[in-house]
């Protein structure tokens, strides 16, 4: 299969929690069209918190991980 198509049933949401100051944030960070993978290229210097939840339609688990 395709490295970026999910699993069946899953979804995927991801978002920028945090960026230094002045950086354009959540507009750096680059979803695919089934949004199972994703990209971002800091504007500045500094620590980003990005944050992945995949769902199945009964729970969702939400990893934050950070980028600096």
């Given at each position: ?45 500094g ?10 339609g ?6 934050p991980?950070?980028?600096?």
């Amino acid at each position: 299969t395709d490295s970026d198509t999910p699993a069946a049933g899953l979804s995927f949401s991801w978002a920028l929690r945090s960026a230094p100051a002045a950086s354009l944030g959540a507009a750096l960070l680059r979803r695919s069209t089934s949004g199972a993978l994703a990209s971002f290229v800091p504007d500045r210097a500094g620590v980003y918190e990005v944050a992945l939840t995949v769902t199945d339609g009964c729970s969702a688990s939400t990893t934050p991980f950070w980028v600096a």
